[in-house]
């Protein structure tokens, strides 16, 4: 699929998400927030407990960019964990490394971020990474190669053009955009997560 092909994909999922999920969709999201089609101006219908924990579910998936088997797998995590179920699956899926380099950044969109990684540009402690899920541990540096740095997307990172579109830094990242670096200071909580998702709704959706 083509660059403006995945846009177009990205900008439709996003109406019918009811989010914008990248500063693109944002744009055409502002003029046309309705969901997609002849009836998207149309008021929703009472949606069942079923469909209500689907597009939530579906919400939090697009929002990380994953696939189905790996929230699954991230949900049965949280469920074996101590604490609130959905709390912990944000919080597992926020120290993926696709997201911190998003998060920090690094990258403008969570599609960026993954091409960034699984293209070997990103760094943890020194040794390139290059699996989206990786899952980043406090205190951990992240980093981008010194080569990869003198590319031109990440020196547009560097100059802070990501950071400008995206949502406030969260504290659980400490971030030296100038020398593309990051460090995951500790683990992320649910309410300083920047995703929009009612958690407990995929945590029943999960449970049916």
């Known amino acids: 699929m083509s660059h403006s092909g995945r846009n177009r994909r990205t900008v439709r999922l996003s109406r019918a998400l009811g989010v914008p999920l990248t500063p693109k969709a944002a ?3 502002e003029v046309r927030p309705y969901p997609p089609g002849e009836h998207g101006r149309a008021r929703r219908r009472t949606e069942s407990e079923y469909a209500l924990g689907l597009r939530q579910k579906q919400l939090l998936r697009a929002q990380y960019g994953i696939r189905e088997t790996q929230m699954r797998n991230t949900f049965d995590e949280a469920r074996r ?3 609130r179920t959905g709390d912990v699956l944000v919080e597992l899926l926020e120290m993926r490394l696709d997201a911190l380099v998003l998060r920090a950044g690094l990258a403008r969109t969570i599609a960026q971020a993954r ?3 699984v293209h070997r540009h990103i760094l943890v402690d020194g040794v390139r990474v290059d699996r989206p899920s990786f899952r980043v541990t406090p ?3 992240v980093s981008v190669h010194a080569k990869s740095a003198q590319m031109t997307p990440f020196q547009v990172a560097a100059a802070g053009a990501h950071r400008d579109v995206l949502p ?6 400490e ?3 100038a020398n593309l670096r990051v460090v995951l200071v500790r683990r992320p909580t649910r309410d300083e997560v920047p995703v929009t998702c009612d958690v407990s709704k995929v945590v029943e959706y999960y449970a049916r």
């Open 27 to 29: 744009r055409y999201f």
């Open 81 to 83: 964990s101590q604490g």
């Open 115 to 117: 091409q960034a990684v």
């Open 139 to 141: 205190g951990q540096v």
């Open 168 to 173: 406030t830094l969260p504290k659980y990242l």
């Open 175 to 177: 971030v030296d955009l």
